[in-house]
């Protein structure tokens, strides 16, 4: 059984959480020449998941499309931090 969009939602907020270092220490976030600017991504993409988990508590409903962005933007956030050497593959 599928699950509804708010659980899918929850669930990919949470697999997000788990898979990008949010604690990082800024100090650590530029040490040299970057593919894009991992302090930025990563503060994006927590702006991104506090709005959508307000949205969630306020009772909105996401659409699978929605769903389906913040997928999208996070394996792309992901992709420039393994390339930046922040997160392993592993």
Same mark, same amino acid.
């Given at each position: ?13 949470? #697999? *997000?959480?788990?898979?990008?270092? &949010? #604690? ?6 530029? =040490?040299?020449?970057? %593919? ?5 991504? *990563?503060? &994006?993409?927590? +702006?991104? =998941?506090? #709005?959508?988990?307000?949205?969630? +508590? ?8 929605? *769903?389906?962005? =913040? %997928? ?8 420039? =931090?393994?390339?930046?050497? &922040?997160?392993?593959?592993?």
């Amino acid at each position: 059984m599928k699950p509804c969009p708010s659980m899918a939602m929850l669930r990919l907020i949470a #697999d *997000i959480r788990a898979a990008v270092p &949010f #604690d990082i220490p800024e100090s650590s976030l530029c =040490l040299g020449p970057c %593919a894009g600017c991992s302090k930025k991504l *990563i503060e &994006f993409l927590d +702006d991104q =998941l506090c #709005d959508w988990q307000s949205k969630l +508590d306020a009772g909105y409903e996401p659409r699978l499309g929605d *769903i389906n962005k =913040l %997928a999208k933007t996070a394996k792309k956030i992901h992709k420039v =931090l393994v390339k930046n050497n &922040f997160i392993s593959l592993g």
